[in-house]
């Protein structure tokens, strides 16, 4: 890496990034992109391939209707792109090792088509070793940036369109706020938005403070505002995104406005569901849970990671909560109500981890009874605390415990599932089934996939339907038209 790039790149470095300052964040307006670079993708198609969280589907989108702005026009294959970004994961070894892949093989086309422009962006261009693997291995790349400076896009590509060299811009330390970034929305329905950006939380075992930088929420005012326009498009749903949400507001100077206070807000749009993603369970507030309890357009959904259920696990991964005080928390938000649905994220074969305190995760999920659960075997990301433990768990123990965990949970959600039979439940219907065009699909107000036989003026509306074949991931039932729905009184 020469010093050019140098400057703007510095490695996860855990120290330094606790170190990060309290600097008050400013809130930056969108420049409208210079009239020298809006025909730039005029005749030009772009596509982007998203790895990764809700957030970088939505950065996507937000680079999607940056390149619009610019010209551009959305590509149907790789063949006819002019423009190909890949919007990166970094956050398990298997997901960095697929774009890795991705390049590779991309290497081909740009050999047969060297106009083409190749970028990489998202969290692995946060990380230094990742770059300096393409500078040496993968010179067909033609462009790099970070997850901080989306909105300097237009510049990037400028120079990437006019330089030889591979254009690199990584910011180590996060910006200000950016507002009015143009969108592309993928989804007519359903939409995300964005409340916070970065994490501060420093599990030891996550990449993400690293690659998305300290806290910064936006203003209520924003989201707000935000929310309210997407209502009035007709967009049905709205999902709250940060990588803890219930941190959010914790960085205002200026006002004492919380998560709770935020979703109170959110409750008297005119939206029809509101769900939000992730949910850190320590700084989970009980006025958040009176809140959610007033429902309305706010689902009775949470997802909760618990990460495990071992207390020497849970210290170790500085989750800063223990396995009582999570099903204290659980016990609440199942008081205040009950008929919520829990999910949760997992991690197996934590270093060190022995049988007793993988048994002590299963036990937990005996014990909550969450209704499905992402599950993943630890994998060490290089600048962790993590990365630098002992670790004695050979890979296949790990597997084996991957292996019972989704066995047991597969078990679960079966009986979450079947409890559902027989009763009615509203679908904000989404299009056809992938599997059969007959078939309409859509979700439940707590997630669910649903999918039922009915007419295509279905879709984007919610529909009533009866479980009648509860499954382990989905459910099948049958159209309930409203005039038999009120001869039943529902
Ligand atoms: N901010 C979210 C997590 C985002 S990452 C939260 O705190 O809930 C999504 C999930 O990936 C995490 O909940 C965790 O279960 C998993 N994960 C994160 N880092 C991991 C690692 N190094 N190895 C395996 N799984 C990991
Ligand atoms: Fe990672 Fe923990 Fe932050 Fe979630 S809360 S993004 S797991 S550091
Ligand atoms: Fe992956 Fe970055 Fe999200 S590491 S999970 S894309 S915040």
Redesign the pocket.
């Known amino acids: 890496m020469n010093e050019e790039m140098r400057r703007y790149f510095t490695p996860p470095d855990l120290k330094a990034a606790k170190k990060r300052g309290k600097e008050k964040i400013s809130v930056l307006e969108f420049d409208p992109i210079p009239d020298e670079m809006k025909e730039i993708g005029n005749g030009r198609k772009y596509l982007i391939k998203t790895y990764g969280?809700q957030m970088n589907v939505h950065d996507s989108e937000t680079i999607a209707g940056i390149l619009e702005q610019m010209g551009y026009g959305p590509a149907e294959s790789e063949e006819e792109s002019d423009l190909i970004l890949i919007n990166t994961c970094a956050?398990?070894e298997n997901a960095e090792d697929k774009v890795f892949g991705e390049i590779g093989r991309l290497k081909t086309l740009k050999t047969e088509k060297p106009e083409l422009v190749l970028g990489m962006c998202g969290c692995m261009s946060q990380e230094e070793s990742v770059v300096n693997r393409i500078l040496q291995k993968h010179q067909h790349v033609d462009l790099i940036f970070g997850t901080h400076n989306i909105h300097r896009l237009p510049h990037l590509l400028k120079e990437a369109l006019m330089s030889k060299e591979m254009v690199v811009e990584v910011w180590s330390k996060e910006g200000d706020i950016v507002e009015n970034l143009p969108k592309v929305r993928e989804d007519g329905l359903k939409a995300w938005v964005n409340i916070m950006y970065g994490?501060d939380?420093f599990?030891t075992?996550?990449?993400?403070p690293y690659t998305r930088g300290k806290e910064r929420s936006r203003r209520p005012e924003d989201v707000l505002n935000e929310v309210r326009q997407l209502a009035r498009k007709g967009y049905r749903e709205v999902t709250l995104l940060g990588?803890?949400v219930n941190a959010y507001g914790k960085d205002f100077t200026d006002r004492n406005y919380r998560f709770g206070d935020l979703m109170d807000d959110i409750r008297k749009i005119g939206i029809p569901r509101v769900r939000f993603t992730?949910s850190?369970p320590r700084d989970f507030d009980d006025h958040l849970i009176e809140v959610l309890a007033k429902r309305g357009n706010l689902v009775e959904h949470i997802h909760l990671?618990a990460?495990s259920g071992n207390n020497e696990i849970l210290k170790i991964m500085a989750r800063k909560y223990t396995r009582e005080r999570f099903l204290e928390l659980v016990d609440k938000i199942k008081k205040a109500i009950p008929d919520v649905v829990l999910t949760t994220?997992?991690?197996v074969g934590y270093p060190g981890e022995t049988e007793e305190q993988f048994e002590d995760t299963l036990s937990l999920m005996r014990e909550v009874e969450f209704d499905s659960a992402?599950t993943?075997?630890?994998?060490?990301?290089e600048g962790t605390p993590a990365a630098r433990m002992k670790d004695d768990v050979p890979h296949e123990v790990k597997k084996e415990r991957l292996h019972r965990l989704n066995r047991l949970q597969d078990e679960i959600s079966r009986k979450k599932n079947e409890a559902l039979r027989g009763q009615v439940v509203e679908v904000l219907v989404e299009g056809e089934s992938k599997k059969d065009p007959d078939i309409l699909s859509g979700r439940t107000r707590t997630n669910k996939v649903v999918n039922f036989r009915g007419p295509k003026h279905l879709i984007g509306e919610f529909a009533h339907v009866r479980i009648t074949e509860p499954r382990t991931w989905t459910l099948n039932g049958e159209w309930v038209e409203e005039a038999d729905l009120r001869q039943v009184g529902g």
């Not at 993943?376 to 990301?381: A, L, V």
């Open positions: 969280c956050i398990r994490c939380k599990c075992y996550c990449i993400v990588q803890n992730t850190h990671p990460q994220d997992i991690i992402f993943f075997i630890y994998s060490p990301r």
